[in-house]
Structures are given as C-alpha cells and as structure tokens.
C-alpha cells in the first residue's frame, strides 16, 4: 500500500506567511523553529527531509536559512516559490529590525539594556544545543550507522570547540569524509 502524500503549501500565500512567521520566531538564530515550523507542525518536510536540505543549505554559500527558504519554495512552485519563501523570511524582521534599531540607538547606554542582551546570549546557546540534539537523534537511521555517526560528530564538535578549526575546513574534511563513506556503503548495498 502506498503512504500517503505529505501536505504541501496550498498557494504561494502559505508559504509567505509561513515563513515569515518562522522568521519571526527566529532570535539569534533560527534552526530550531524552522524544524518545528516545517517538520514538526506543518508536516511539509520529514524529519529525514529536513536533514538533508539543511545540510545543502548548510554548504553552499550565504545564510543556511535563506538557502533552505529558496530550496523549499522553488521545489513546490518554481521560482515564485523560491523569492515567495525568501520575501517571507526577510520582509517583515527587515522591517523590525529598522524600527529596533532606530529605538536601540536611544537606549544603548542604558545598563538593563545591555545586560538583556548578555543574557540572551544563554538562550541562544540553548537553542543551538537543542537543535543540534534534534538533528542528531534524526540521523539514527543513516546508512552510516548512529555510533559512527556519533564519531563524526564529535569530531566536529572538537575541531570547532577545542581546536579552533575554521569551518570550511571541518566542512571539507569531515563532511567529505562523511559523504565518500555514505556514498561507499550505498553504492556496496545495491551491488549486493
């Protein structure tokens, strides 16, 4: 029996709004609420899906999340998609982001102020610790297997963390090492 299909956006208007409602959510950083926003609560992508856009978004050049908006909507309305998901992620927080800063000029002096920020440095970090444990527990089916997926990750984790390695470098040298296996694996199953 075949699985029924996943939803999709209905028209370009969902997926404007969709996307700039994500972006909205999205304060220092916005993986967390793109997972949620897309796999979780809509059901437009797969946690799978998801995974292996992000990592394409991820290594092409510019932000990860303005790459996975043009790759999302170009799949399901072309182009229009692509610059539909795109004006939704980036309209409205440019339009926040002048009013905020326009009013943050008048109060950076003052001390609340600038320990607020501070502080949400600590929920930033929080975030990206749990989206990363998202999309870790996402790839316990990979072809790699999860203990060497593990392996890779934290290999990852201490190039970036203690040996300061520039992040192309982990990129090229982890991720290829991580595509080359995978690529290996797959290609012995179907020989099989």
């Known amino acids: 029996m075949k699985a029924p299909a996943a939803p999709t956006p209905a028209h370009l208007g969902e997926l404007f709004w969709a996307f700039s409602w994500l972006s909205l959510q999205g304060f220092g950083g916005v993986l967390a609420v793109v997972h949620r926003e897309l796999v979780e609560k809509r059901g437009w992508l797969t946690p799978e899906g998801f995974l292996e856009d992000w990592a394409i978004a991820q290594v092409m050049p510019g932000p990860n999340v303005c790459n996975l908006a043009l790759?999302?909507?170009?799949?399901?309305?072309?182009?229009?998609?692509?610059?539909?998901a795109l004006a939704g992620l980036l309209a409205l927080p440019l339009l926040l982001l002048l009013s905020l800063g326009a009013l943050m000029g008048q109060l950076t002096d003052q001390a609340a102020v600038a320990g607020g920020l501070r502080g949400m440095g600590a929920v930033a970090a929080g975030l990206i610790a749990g989206s990363a444990l998202k999309l870790l527990l996402g790839l316990r089916q990979h072809a790699l297997g999860f203990p060497l997926v593990l392996l890779l990750a934290s290999a990852a984790f201490a190039g970036v963390v203690w040996l300061h390695l520039a992040l192309h470098l982990i990129v090229l040298g982890l991720g290829g090492l991580a595509c080359g296996l995978t690529w290996w694996l797959l290609r012995r199953r179907v020989a099989q």
Request: hydrophobic fraction near 45%.
């Open 71 to 84: 790759m999302f909507g170009d799949r399901h309305f072309g182009w229009r998609g692509a610059i539909t």
